[in-house]
């Protein structure tokens, strides 16, 4: 008898008949013995009407007030499946965040679990109730809910199943698994079986969406076994696991691609110690994340220094730039908001030498110019111009014999 | 400086520009020195939408996970009308009922206030800020989410200004007040200034759905003034408030009718001490609230036994009182879902003689057969054929001079 955390997306509870359907899943988990916890999100649409209704009273509706309104699609959703479960004779009960208690810090809108009460969840399973727990959401210690961010259910089912010390935490969504790239590109995308928490935690901070990243973080430093499969088919997904001997010989597991970037340039400023502090605090201070950074080497006691960070922050990260040229004596400003980062990831790059030299000449046979590159011990990232995106994941996942023979369905 | 509670109906905070508009009003009240708690109701059809999910689940969803599901309107309408607040610079805070906490017993779905705890809610108005609680629903000691059945939310606003012990209960909806009778059935019917708790108590469980039946009973207990008041207008609405002199100088308040109940007769049942509570007691254990009670005086030493049942429980009252028959000894059983029941109120009636021969007459006049009655101090109930509802409820409003000179606009 094992215990298992299973999380339902949107989609997969996107109306009564798929509820139904997933309660019929979760019966059937429950009959071969096993004690089944639910994570659920909203119905799919939901978490945008509600939203959608906030942000016509307000620019800036995010807070207390926005959080109270947001979590109550998942408060439906759970309540609709433990009556489907019910219906079917399967004992069930809800739990709200604050009825767990999944308590969190204070932070409204992107709110960090701190600590999960597992007491009645316990007894709950050790009654054989299947318990069903709202995702996304949380309250601090005064009682005010919270909520995680989008794509908070996955770090839900993630950390209560670090704190029941589950078995396995299933995701379930409505692709079969992680593939070597999306299926939309490249017809011959191959599913993979295994991938280290590593590789993934790249591939969804890359721009893979099967996973919230904070989700894979906590897996990692927790060691819980993530299955990511469909919930409208029965085929086995894709297990997110610790590292072994194994994975280290695929080299290259993945290519990923992100076209939510947009790349800022600072023209010759002065090659000083300190200079790249006095670039980027303004940014931390206005809340802007800055993912890749690259510093060409100085000449004439100047340098140029690109940077890339999310498309929304654009305009203000371009501002603020342009605010401090002076200051910093830096002859200009560019920015470039057609650009594309596409990366290659893999456990094994890190004792197989020439992928990142394979990776540029491919790019060069087809004439696609690298404008950046970034490294890790696991993946290689090139900003390329927009443009070029398809062609780029297509060579590449050709070059290193990602495909499958058989093609994707759609 | 006033403590005032306000509560609004779903038509009221039935979209975003209707919660702008509440926002003003409830804004313009603390800004003229009250403290001001707020009551919200889901946006309307909200909680139809909510309940017809369950329905496609269940055929009896009512109970714990119903009650999960339906008090997410409110918590919806709290949150927007906190944004809305705020966004106009008036500091604004909601709270959902197990945050206040509005403690009840378990009976899901109708459950009964036991307990509000008034200290967060206080220390809010205290800071000045409006404090928004979500209505209909409540909290039981384990933690689980409660409601108060439909209408809840008048009760949740009457049992708040009881436990912050207000200057007054405002229930905003989308008429002016307490009528006479139905508008739609007698252009002329007036708006009432006044009426006294035991007249609104008994119009309210008349068929007047102005009011939820147990909020006056609450405001008489506890002697809080309801005023009834549109949210659409300016116009002073109706007060329920305590009996006076001058209230008893008004013979007929108001007319009511009731369609929703149907006729059961027993004929010719044994005349015996205890028969008429082995007659009820099955219709008790079965959850079947009776109405009206009307013995004959027996001859032959048998009785007729006619009562009413709200309509949908109709078939299973009738079905169980045919089972019984021959243990009663009763020659028949008959049943009539085709009645109405008109009313006449008044606090006066009690001092006034004759007001029932009057009422007895003019029905007689228009060809009307009373088939039951029945009195209390202050209510005189006739069933009649459902078809001459109207016309009953019209020469009643005439005879007894309720209509005002002004036709009420449509």
Redesign the interface.
């Known amino acids: 008898m094992a215990l298992i955390v299973q999380k339902y997306g949107g989609t997969s509870v996107g109306s009564?008949e798929r509820?139904?359907v997933v309660a019929e899943r979760i019966h059937r988990t429950r009959d071969e013995g096993n004690s089944v916890v639910v994570v659920l999100s909203a119905m799919s649409g939901e978490t945008n009407r509600?939203a959608g209704?906030?942000a016509?009273?307000?620019e800036n509706?995010e807070g207390?007030?926005?959080d109270?309104?947001v979590?109550?699609g998942e408060?439906?959703s759970?309540?609709?499946l433990?009556?489907?479960l019910?219906?079917r004779g399967c004992e069930?009960?809800?739990f709200?965040g604050?009825?767990v208690p999944i308590l969190t810090d204070t932070s409204y809108s992107s709110a960090r679990i701190e600590f999960i009460d597992t007491g009645k969840i316990t007894r709950e399973l050790d009654d054989g109730t299947v318990v069903v727990v709202a995702g996304f959401q949380g309250v601090d210690t005064l009682?005010?809910?919270t909520t995680l961010g989008r794509g908070g259910s996955d770090t839900t089912a993630v950390a209560l199943a670090a704190a029941l010390n589950a078995d396995l935490c299933e995701i379930y969504t409505d692709v079969e698994g992680v593939y070597t790239t999306d299926p939309n590109i490249c017809s011959n995308a191959r599913k993979l079986e295994r991938v280290s928490y590593d590789e993934m935690l790249e591939m969804a901070s890359l721009g893979a969406k099967v996973l919230q990243t904070r989700s894979v973080e906590f897996s990692k430093k927790y060691d819980i076994p993530v299955m990511v499969r469909s919930s409208f088919t029965d085929t086995v997904g894709t297990l997110v696991c610790k590292e072994d001997s194994e994975m280290e010989k695929v080299v290259v597991s993945g290519i990923t691609y992100n076209k939510g970037e947009a790349k800022i340039s600072v023209l010759q400023v002065q090659d000083s110690p300190g200079i790249a502090a006095r670039l980027f605090k303004p940014l931390t201070e206005a809340g802007i994340n800055v993912d890749m950074i690259v510093q060409n080497i100085g000449h004439d006691g100047t340098t140029d220094m690109t940077f890339t960070v999310n498309r929304p922050d654009y305009s203000k990260a371009f501002k603020l730039i342009e605010e401090m040229k002076d200051d910093l004596g830096a002859k200009g400003v560019e920015g470039d908001t057609g650009i594309a980062k596409v990366s290659i990831v893999g456990a094994g790059m890190k004792s197989h030498a020439g992928i990142a030299s394979k990776t540029f000449e491919v790019l060069a046979e087809e004439g696609i110019n690298i404008q950046m590159i970034s490294t890790s011990e696991i993946k290689i990232s090139c900003v390329v111009d927009e443009k070029y995106t398809e062609l780029a994941v297509r060579v590449l996942h050709d070059a290193f014999e990602l495909g499958s023979d058989e093609v994707v369905e759609e």
Do not use: D, F, T, W
């Open positions: 009564i509820i139904k509600l209704l906030a016509e009273l307000s509706p207390r007030e926005y109270v309104i979590s109550s408060q439906i759970i309540g609709l433990s009556l489907a019910r219906e069930a009960m809800s709200l604050h009825q009682g005010n809910i």
